[in-house]
């Protein structure tokens, strides 16, 4: 079956680190951007980093508030895409999703997003 699956969330104290993957099922994701999102109680989901093909040349691309502490990485053997995340502050509690987009990391409105991983980020 084609699908994308979120793992590696968990709970962790301010300041640590969660590396979370985006595992592909049924189609190869090498072909497509792949973005990571983020989304609070009660606010809209938030675009976090965002990962070109690997045809278009791989570039990574971060919102300001997680660059220097997130990193985004594509296995394509493994089919799956990661994201390091260091430094974690409390801020970055979120439910995180994964989607396919553009080659050039084009993400259009409709999408079916999966059930995501929760990062908690408490003392």
């Known amino acids: 079956q084609v699908q994308l699956v979120e793992s590696g969330g968990g709970l962790v104290q301010p300041g640590g680190s969660l590396r979370l993957s985006c595992a592909a099922s049924g189609f190869a994701i090498d072909g497509y951007a792949i973005g990571w999102f983020r989304q609070t109680p009660g606010k809209e989901r938030e675009g976090v980093s965002c990962?070109?093909?690997?045809?278009?040349?791989?570039?990574?691309y971060y919102i300001d508030s997680v660059k220097g502490r997130f990193a985004i990485s594509r296995d394509n053997a493994k089919n799956t895409v990661y994201l390091q995340m260091n430094s974690l502050k409390p801020e970055d509690t979120a439910v995180y999703y994964c989607?396919?987009?553009?080659?050039?990391?084009?993400?259009?409105?409709?999408?079916?997003w999966g059930q995501g991983t929760q990062v908690t980020v408490s003392s």
């Open positions: 989607r396919t987009g553009g080659s050039n990391c084009q993400f259009p409105a409709d999408y079916n």
């Open positions: 990962i070109r093909s690997s045809g278009s040349g791989g570039s990574t």
